[in-house]
């Protein structure tokens, strides 16, 4: 590297400091963000927390009413993720360069992942809530719609990754497009996607706590409910019950992503 | 022929039709195979527990369909001016970028605690418990909590995403520098250089553009998150208005331009953040 070089990129490295201090500059005048104010509300809350978010013997009795909308939002994102996998694995098919039937499909597969997967998780539950009311239904086709457009890419990227040569194997056998995607695409990208949907399962049970606030379903539900009402021991309680089945479903997960992997 | 005999026969497993199984024995095929069934039938399950009040499943498609044209094809503003929304969206953007600033910051300098080559190694699985933990709650949770300390406002917002944010790239920042070729590490070390110096010459230099994309790839999903925030937690910016748009003043039109305004800001990040991603790390990345 010679000096002219290290001259320049001294520049470069200082430059992109100065254009980050200024978005974050102009950030906090548009949100009207008080750094100040910020940091000294962090020991505020954790303070609070530490006095407040405590589980007492009478939050532990609505333990059965939180465990059974915990097993709601839980299997509503299971099933969301599930459904959503089998529509993605159609869609990448379509969407990907090695599997293509032909450009008209790749382009409108990509797009539909595209649009369902930028539109973001709220606006979708929102939009749905109007007509679909206040059940599980809601949050489960937001959340549907949602891993579509992420799972779809995701399997795009496994699919492409896919060792050529078996499918130019097949291809030369004069095996059928339905032979070449089942005995060689799939086999070999299944365990990428499958450990997708399981980071998607992870995902969208936290997601499944916010769809639940905004569309009045499942641990969501509970959790605002308790939390307009102050009652914060069993605020703490819902609190703890979901960080403890995120883990155990991350833990899972890992565990079967070490194997197949 | 005698090939053949020396192969233990009860070794080899055979179908019913005396073909030899090649396929036994598979770990791999057998915990994918049972992943599989497990999640088809805890899908299937699911659909018994859901709660069904009010849902008239006919109209609902029908009216969403009816809903989502609107939205798409007459998008129009009728509670705020243009300039408005350009502001709302200017708030979203704003949270955004502030979380991911702070996070990024704060999470550089836990990740290098965090990593295994440069810390001791009950301080690495400290934080690293820490972080889990903190990732774990879902990031309205903290948004709320922290809202009732500091009131509702840009403060509770920002603090609840930068919590999740730092969790989460504590996470990839950690994972890069332990990536770090060791001999640079040994070499440095050798010299008698401080731990600072080997952060400075021999860990920064080699992750930066790493740390860089997977900042950006935050800030992709702080964006979507800060619309979010603004909707559940009263956080303001343009999710705010959609959940009034949608909500309060039933206005599908709104919806459907502020649908726009969202979408169209998600897919320049993604964009940017795919080309990022394509030139700092050509292999698959979990965002």
């Known amino acids: 590297m010679n000096e002219k070089r290290m001259h320049a990129k001294k520049w470069q490295t200082t430059f992109f400091l100065i254009i980050i201090i200024v978005v974050t500059y102009l950030s906090t005048s548009i949100t009207n963000f008080n750094l100040i104010d910020g940091m000294l509300t962090i020991p505020a809350a954790i ?11 009478d939050s532990i009795a609505k333990m059965p009413q939180i465990l059974e909308k915990l097993g709601e939002t839980i299997f509503m994102s299971i099933a969301a993720t599930t459904l959503a996998a089998v529509v993605s694995l159609f869609l990448a098919l379509m969407g990907s360069k090695t599997t293509k039937v032909n450009q008209f499909f790749s382009v409108i597969a990509r797009f539909i992942a595209s649009f369902s997967r930028n539109i973001p998780v709220v606006a979708w539950s929102l939009i749905l809530l109007i007509s679909f009311g206040q059940n599980s239904m809601t949050g489960f086709l937001a959340l549907f719609v949602a891993t579509v457009g992420f799972l779809t890419r995701a399997f795009i990227e496994s699919v492409d990754e896919a060792n050529q040569s078996s499918v130019e194997a097949l291809t ?38 916010l769809v639940g606030i905004l569309t009045g379903t499942g641990i969501g539900y509970m959790f605002d409910l308790y939390y307009k009402n102050m009652n914060y021991n069993v605020v703490a309680l819902i609190t703890f019950t979901i960080v403890i089945a995120v883990i155990v479903i991350e833990l899972l997960s890992n565990k079967i992503r070490k194997v197949i992997l | ?48 527990f859901f709660d069904y009040t009010g849902l008239q499943i006919q109209r609902a498609i029908s009216e ?56 001791k190694p009950w301080i690495s699985k400290m934080i690293r418990v820490f972080v889990a933990f903190i990732r774990a709650v879902p990031t309205v949770l903290w948004v709320l909590i922290f809202a009732i300390a500091a009131g509702l406002g840009s403060e ?20 890069a520098i332990e990536e770090v070729n060791p001999g640079i590490i040994e070499a440095l070390r050798s010299t ?20 860089l994309s997977w900042t950006f790839l935050r800030f992709e999903i702080n964006f979507s998150v800060a619309v979010a925030m603004g909707a559940a937690a009263g956080a303001g910016g343009i999710g705010f208005e959609l959940f009034m748009a949608s909500g309060f003043y039933f206005d599908l039109r709104e919806v459907g331009l502020i649908t726009y305004a969202i979408l169209i800001i998600a897919i320049i990040l993604e964009v940017i953040s795919t080309r990022l991603k394509n030139r700092y790390f050509p292999s698959s990345v979990k965002a």
């Open chain 2, 64 to 119: 969403t369909l009816y809903n989502l044209r609107v939205m798409f094809f007459e998008p129009a503003l009728t509670h705020f001016s243009w300039g408005e929304a350009f502001y709302q969206v200017g708030i979203t953007l704003g949270l955004g970028v502030l979380a991911t600033i702070f996070g990024a910051i704060i999470a550089l300098f836990l990740s290098l605690l965090a990593a295994e080559n440069l810390s």
């Open chain 2, 192 to 211: 008698g250089s401080s731990w600072w110096h080997i952060v400075v010459h021999g860990i920064l230099p080699s992750t930066f553009t790493y740390f």
């Open chain 1, 172 to 209: 030369a056998t004069g095996a059928t497009y339905f032979h070449i995607v089942s005995k060689a695409v799939i086999p070999q990208s299944l365990p990428q996607m499958l450990s997708w949907i399981l980071f998607m399962i992870e995902t969208n049970i936290r997601s499944a706590t």
């Open chain 2, 156 to 175: 509770a917002a920002v603090l609840g995403m930068l919590f999740h944010s730092i969790a989460y790239l504590v996470k990839a920042f950690s994972e």
């Open chain 2, 1 to 48: 022929m005698e090939m053949v005999k020396d192969i233990n026969p009860t070794l080899i497993k055979r179908k019913g039709n005396g073909q030899i199984n090649i396929k036994s024995g598979n770990k791999v095929d057998t915990v994918v195979k049972w992943t599989i069934w497990v999640l088809t039938a805890l899908t299937i399950l699911a659909f018994f």
């Open chain 1, 47 to 57: 303070g609070w927390m530490f006095s407040n978010l405590l589980i007492t013997q």
